[in-house]
């Protein structure tokens, strides 16, 4: 439901007089076509414009069908001594994936980008920046044409080889999260041209207690019809609980600057909704994204109906 209403806020925004911001979408939800549908990625409303995102869940969803294919490589190369099979067969295929996901991004002509966008679909996303998968599915597409010339050639035990490491890059970036595309790209790319660095492609120490947070959360988001994760010193924060306080409507607020363990919380919260900022608003269970979808709510009389139908008491409310 949260989300049906944000699309419906979104609609009615008059067209921004900025090209840009008529191109950014929704961080919310997993989107299938890009804006336009040959971008390599979505620009994400809210983060740098003009920059160029792809969902995480998704890519690493594709890197497991990937995953599966090298298997399937590996497999027929262990019991056919003829690699020229890879000319005609998987190769084509993969290396099409990999020449257009390097160039338009995971939908609409990339196989494995399609079967991974509608994988991680129900799934909150996590937003990256793209340039680094990019130059990532570049190497892939380098590494295909490496195997197939040595299937071609009958060089089978090197065609096997390269294969190992394509199992092994798509078991990292599926299981553990690394892109060798992304640490490459810091390593070598930006001392060499100046490039900006990745730094929201990092990967995070993991944190047992993120676990545990996660845990916390849903049981907060349950327990209470309405919960805002909020920080003192933010100011979008109180005017979002000034809004809820005006209406009558008493939320279980959690200030993240005030516990012991405000990376923990953020990090469960970014694997929840795919929200790297506060305030969080939780109503019913759901988050409803961004303070400018809350404000925006309330300057068109929308929370009121909202809090009524997910039983949030809020006396101020005109029925």
């Known amino acids: 439901m949260s989300h049906v209403l944000v699309q419906t806020v979104e609609a009615s925004r008059s067209p921004s007089p900025n090209p840009e911001d008529d191109l950014a979408q929704d961080s919310t939800r997993s989107i299938f076509w890009t804006k336009p549908w040959y971008a390599l990625g979505s620009q994400i409303r809210g983060d740098t414009a003009g920059e160029l995102f792809m969902n995480e869940n998704a890519v690493r969803a594709r890197a497991g069908l990937l995953h599966i294919t090298a298997w399937v490589v590996f497999c027929l190369l262990l019991v056919n001594p003829n690699p020229q099979f890879l000319t005609y067969t998987l190769g084509p295929v993969v290396g099409w994936d990999m020449l257009t996901a390097s160039l338009f991004g995971l939908t609409p002509l990339s196989p494995y980008g399609i079967l991974g966008t509608l994988l991680a679909w129900r799934a909150p996303p996590v937003w990256r920046p793209a340039m680094p998968k ?157 303070s400018e979808t809350v404000l925006d709510f309330y300057d068109e009389d929308r929370v009121c109906p909202i809090l009524v139908e997910k039983g949030v008491p809020a006396p101020n409310c005109q029925q």
């Open 134 to 290: 990019r130059f990532a599915w570049s190497l892939g597409v380098a590494m295909v044409i490496i195997c197939v010339l040595l299937g071609q050639f009958r060089q089978r035990y090197a065609a096997m080889a390269v294969n190992v490491v394509c199992i092994a890059l798509t078991w990292m970036e599926a299981s553990l999260g690394f892109c060798l595309g992304c640490w490459s790209w810091n390593k070598f790319i930006v001392p060499m041209f100046r490039k900006e660095k990745c730094t929201s492609c990092e990967i995070p120490s993991a944190k047992p207690v993120a676990v545990a947070r996660v845990k916390e959360i849903r049981e907060i988001t349950a327990q209470y019809p309405l919960v805002v994760f909020s920080k003192t010193s933010c100011p979008h924060c109180q005017q979002v609980k000034s809004v809820l306080k005006r209406l009558g409507a008493d939320p279980k607020i959690v200030e993240l600057d005030k516990t012991e363990d405000e990376h923990g919380y953020a990090s469960a919260l970014l694997e929840l909704t795919g929200q790297t900022t506060v305030p969080n608003v939780f109503i019913g269970g759901q988050s409803v994204a961004r």
